[in-house]
């Protein structure tokens, strides 16, 4: 975000003035994109709680527990875990489970496979929430149709089509861009939070005695009083925590401070507010726990606060959507994934991209599961168990920041990361219990894509070794072609490669079909760093290996996309020069065989093939002009 024009000539007086309101836009464009999936928790949170306590005795500890459950879950998971300590685990301002598994990466003596299969499976996870938030949390709102004073009843049959038909709307726009309509998402968020509070307030004068939740020793006694169904209840208190991990993941967006003041200024005291006066209501008026939230709204106001809702759901929705998009482009760029086509919506804006194959699958799994369950109480059910391991691999990784990063003795490491990870524990437990409801379909999602993710770095590994063993050192080559010069072509050839110490195949076919070197030969190898984003200057890397062949290497952050002929341009500066549109890319494109002797088994072979197949074109995965490539094939087995 450029700072903000026409700031006072006297720059000693006008600068803080504009870095503050530079700071207040920041935080509340962050309540917007950060805070809308927890901010539409408290829909569903409170009555699928309240619902498991049917069976228990004393309906008053019931409340007063689970109030003091969801408070205390927001102040140690939300508030402590993440604002306090793991914001400060960045990688050079960016946060998620893969900005850190590579920040563990680059600390750690040697490189990790433990580390890089926990940046898998929190990627995977993601996934699997990914596809959950947008049903539960528009279905949950749409549902306050049913309780919609006069029309309540006629309107029933239509909550799931008019929920099928946002989420499709809400999908079908992604490919225009949301950097238009994103500027209103923080305001009209912020709205829905001063509603939440306002709400909450209006009822705690209900039952003022709620404010007694506020007190740990209320969840520890229910939890102790209720054994196992106490320990059932964790998992839907931890509904009122989902979207925790956003305030980590998003944090290159908008900042550590304003992400930290939109929560502790409005988000955790509107959130508090409004489960206290749910709590209240529902002391009160017993029957209310069939639909806390909607009963709680005066009927003078119930469609506005209706149609709110629904807005703050498909906000919340939104966001989770441009968070799978951004998980996908890091996940190609550190290779966990194949090349996939990555559409930018904006020139002017750094990270609003579009991902079709991403969209297109969302929206497919969103609509299943909107089908399948057919209530926000059932969505509810599988809701959970993904974002619980997501936030455990946090703690896992956190632990090696701490070790190795911060370099803090090994009992602090244990310490920080033991004392979280059994409260991931205890909340992953409890919403296992949920596997038989639904829970098993995150699972079995996130693990069919650590199973794509596993065979593509394996597939790829593999590749790379059998290529380097059939191939010649580049040094060794250029002696031979001294030695033996063979004819000699006009113009600048440019051959890409993964390994730039190598002959790239596509080198070694043209002399050997063609017989033929170019003037200028430059082996290009694109690299991504273990960081967001690389400066300019840092860009290029020109290694002179003789008169006839120059390395070059472009390493491009894994949130950047790369644009190969704009990098090239800065080989100018550098005293490299030569013509784009004279210039010759020569590809070498690889034909996969399977083979059950070497390398996988044989079905991750065909999935590996499959991922091959279906990769985006080199060509415009780096943006190079397409009439200036030429592609020469090979057959590998693997």
């Given amino acids: 975000m450029a700072d903000p024009a026409g700031a006072p000539e006297n720059g000693a007086e006008g600068t803080p003035h504009a870095k503050g309101d530079k700071f207040w836009a920041l935080a509340l ?25 049917r069976s228990t005795v004393g309906a008053e500890m019931a409340v007063l527990g689970v109030v003091s459950l969801i408070t205390w879950a927001l102040i140690l998971i939300v508030t402590i875990k993440y604002v306090v300590f793991l914001m400060r685990a960045d990688n050079k301002g960016e946060g998620g489970t893969l900005p850190l598994m590579a920040l563990a990466q ?11 299969l926990l940046g898998m499976i929190g990627a995977a996870l993601f996934y699997g929430d990914g596809i959950i938030t947008p049903a539960v949390s528009v279905l949950s709102a749409v549902e306050g149709l049913k309780d919609a004073p006069v029309l309540g009843a006629k309107l029933a049959p239509y909550v799931l089509p008019i929920s099928a038909g946002i989420l499709i709307a809400l999908f079908m726009v992604q490919s225009r861009g949301t950097a238009s309509m994103a500027r209103f998402f923080g305001p009209i968020t912020a709205v829905w939070f001063l509603v939440l509070a306002g709400l909450g307030i209006f009822h705690i ?43 980590y993941a998003d944090m290159g967006h908008f900042g550590k401070a304003p992400i930290r003041a939109a929560w502790l200024v409005l988000c955790l005291p509107a959130l508090l507010l409004n489960y206290l006066g749910q709590g209240a209501l529902v002391l009160s008026d017993p029957t209310a726990r069939e639909n806390p939230f909607f009963r709680m709204i005066p009927e003078i106001a119930y469609w506005p606060v209706l149609i709110l809702a629904t807005v703050a759901t498909v906000i919340a929705s939104q966001a989770v959507i441009t968070g799978a998009f951004s998980m996908t482009q890091q996940a190609v760029q550190l290779g966990l994934l194949p090349r996939i086509d990555i559409r930018r919506t904006s020139e002017t804006q750094a990270g609003q991209i579009y991902v079709p194959w991403v969209n297109t699958m969302l929206l497919i799994g969103v609509l299943v599961l909107l089908f399948m369950f057919r209530t926000s109480s059932n969505l509810a059910a599988a809701y959970g168990i993904a974002v619980t391991g997501a936030m455990f691999v946090d703690t896992l990784l956190f632990f090696v920041i701490v070790r190795w990063m911060w370099k803090r003795p090994l009992w602090q490491a244990a310490l920080a990361a033991g004392f979280f990870g059994v409260i991931d524990i205890v909340f992953i437990s409890s919403n296992l219990l949920k596997i038989p409801q639904g829970a ?66 596509a080198l070694m076919h043209n002399l050997k079909h063609n017989k033929v070197l170019h003037e ?14 690389v400066r300019d200057e840092d860009r290029i890397r020109i290694e002179p290996v003789n008169e006839d062949f120059k390395r070059v290497i472009i390493s491009y952050g894994f949130m950047e996309s790369p644009n190969v002929p704009k990098a090239l341009g800065l080989c100018r500066k550098q005293g490299l020069k030569f013509d784009i549109m004279a210039t010759s890319f020569f590809l070498g ?20 093939i ?21 592609e020469l094939g090979t057959q590998v087995t693997v």
């Fill in 610 to 630: 499959f991922l091959m197949k279906n990769a985006a074109n080199p060509t415009d995965f780096y943006k190079i002009p397409p009439g200036r490539v030429v």
């Fill in 589 to 608: 494109r690889r034909s996969i065989v399977p083979s059950a002797q070497s390398g996988m088994p044989l079905w991750q072979d065909k999935i590996f």
């Fill in 440 to 505: 098993w379909l995150p699972l079995v999602l996130g693990a069919a894509l650590v199973v794509i993710m596993w065979t593509w770095t394996r597939g790829a590994q593999i590749l790379t070794d059998k290529t380097r063993r059939d191939s010649v050192p580049l040094v060794e080559l250029s002696e031979i072609l001294k030695a033996r010069s063979p004819h000699r072509a006009s113009g600048t050839a440019i051959f890409l490669t993964s390994d730039p110490s190598m002959a790239p195949v």
């Fill in 106 to 116: 680059r600390f750690l003596p040697r490189r990790s496979g433990v580390v890089f």
């Fill in 520 to 533: 200028k030969n430059i082996v290009l190898n694109i690299e991504t760093a273990e960081t967001p984003r």
């Fill in 29 to 53: 464009g962050s309540v917007g994109v950060v805070f809308g999936d927890i901010g539409t928790s408290p829909l569903y949170a409170m009555r699928e709680a309240l619902h498991h306590t």
């Fill in 205 to 247: 004068a209900d039952d003022p005695s709620v404010f007694r939740a506020l007190s740990p020793h209320y969840g520890l006694l229910f939890l102790v009083d209720n054994g196992f169904l106490g320990f059932v209840i964790l998992g839907s208190v931890f509904l009122a925590v989902t979207g925790a991990e956003a305030l």
